[in-house]
């Protein structure tokens, strides 16, 4: 079992002293570093500390803006953790522990984890119907097609088709249009 520490700034005009300090308070074993926004998922530091550890580790941050600003983010990193056996511990957030004799923790994740999924349905929800309303007002049409009517590609595939000068390999790799693609626009003319 290993203490593992994760320290975030978001720039490196910010100083990590104060996380430095708490966390060697509690004696860690190995600390992962970085200086970057906690927006983004893509965090070297973060990926190399998920790929290290191991079961029985303890991960340790001074508080959860540190390692995510999303819920949906923290429960995918919940989750990861968990599937390795690990523990996540935060300094401030002391509710958060997810060791398996710890029952509020335990309660708080699904609580959390189904107000989360709740989200998700609801946006989703509000898109469909906001979709709908704009298919009744006429202001929604769906993507493009790839090859609509007027794809001058498609158009010229067609055109050096029907001219019959060369083969229909030589074509689409001129017009960059697929073969399936060609023959399926072919048989939508001629019905």
């Known amino acids: 079992m290993r203490k593992i520490g994760y320290i975030r700034v978001s720039s ?8 430095f300090q708490q966390l060697n308070e509690i004696g860690m ?10 927006a983004t998922k893509d965090r070297e530091q973060l ?7 191991q079961e029985g580790d303890i991960i340790y941050i001074t ?7 999303s819920t949906q983010d923290l429960f995918e990193l919940i989750d990861n953790i968990r599937s390795k056996k690990a523990n996540l511990k935060s300094l401030k957030d002391t509710w958060l522990d997810l060791s398996e004799d710890n029952p509020y923790s335990q309660f708080l994740i699904t609580v959390m984890t189904g107000v989360n999924q709740l989200e998700r349905d609801l946006i989703r929800m509000r898109q469909r119907e906001g979709i709908e309303l704009a298919k009744k007002e006429g202001k929604f049409k769906g993507r493009l097609k790839k090859y609509h009517k007027n794809h001058a590609g498609m158009n010229y595939a067609v055109k050096l088709y029907k001219e019959g000068d060369m083969t229909v390999n030589e074509n689409c790799e001129i017009t960059n249009v697929s073969k399936a693609s060609l023959y399926r626009k072919l048989s939508e003319r001629n019905s």
Do not use: A, H, Y
């Open 12 to 19: 490196t005009s910010q100083n990590p002293s104060r996380q």
């Open 29 to 38: 074993d190995i600390i992962f570093e970085e200086k970057v926004s906690g």
């Open 47 to 53: 990926q190399k500390m998920l790929e290290d550890i």
């Open 63 to 69: 508080d959860l803006t540190r390692i995510t600003r």
